[in-house]
């Protein structure tokens, strides 16, 4: 199974700040790398796929890039409604499998 | 708009089984995947596994592989999960996806149902 981690585990950031989390994949999965945003108690919601396209409605603050096994998500300003956490996910090989999540706070 | 919305809130004994289903709208339903994802509390995401809704092909997870069975009914636009022989570790909460893409699995899981919770306790 390819693994995926995700640096760092817990951010604490100001609101307008700019939030960088990475994420590597133990193998190259080329561009097959998808971004969430999970809210406490809600589902996950797609916000960045295949690296770096953001998902139709998603504001333009958030942006991926990456490709092979090295990747980053970058929140450009940070919002009160950005309080979520983050997953990475690869869907280059069965079993696809996410990262273990990054929990973004306001300082 | 799609949609996608799930059964509610289970409670199991170890040893028995649980259905869930996922009720999709708004689009047409044979034309796309739902995959299954559950995460445990305090835990990763864990993919476990998809249905072709058009064909019935299924594709599961090792981990998951003779205990977890998916089914649909495509005329009621209604995808199924069944897990078997539950134990604590099972305790989570399982999510319905429908793939972005057409008619393929490998792609990004977008709208999600709501999650169900199914607590396996004694």
């Known amino acids: 199974d390819i693994q995926m981690t995700q640096s760092p585990s817990s951010l604490s950031a100001s609101v307008r700040d700019r939030v960088t989390i990475t994420c590597q994949a133990s193998q190259d999965i080329s561009n097959h790398l998808n971004w969430y945003q999970q809210k406490p108690g809600k589902a996950p919601k797609l916000l960045i796929y295949?690296?770096?396209n953001l998902e139709t409605g998603v504001p333009s603050r958030f942006s991926g890039s990456g490709s092979g096994t090295d990747f980053s998500f970058t929140i450009s300003s940070l919002q009160p409604e950005d309080i979520a956490t983050y997953y990475c996910q690869q869907y280059d090989n069965l079993p696809f499998t996410f990262g273990p999540g990054t929990k973004v706070d306001i300082k | 708009q799609v949609h996608l919305v799930q059964s509610g809130a289970e409670v199991k004994k170890p040893g028995a089984s649980v259905k869930v289903s996922c009720s999709a709208s708004g689009y047409i339903f044979t034309d796309y995947v739902i995959q299954w994802v559950r995460q445990a509390p305090g835990q990763r995401l864990e993919w476990m596994g998809w249905i072709n809704v058009g064909n019935g092909n299924t594709k599961y997870s090792q981990k998951f592989q003779g205990r977890v069975t998916f089914t649909r009914d495509t005329s009621a636009s209604t995808a199924y999960m069944e897990v078997s022989s539950l134990r604590s570790e099972d305790t989570a909460v399982y999510y319905c996806a429908r793939s972005q893409n057409v008619l393929t699995g490998y792609s990004p899981l977008d709208p999600w149902g709501q999650g169900t919770l199914v607590t396996v306790s004694s």
């Open positions: 295949d690296a770096s």
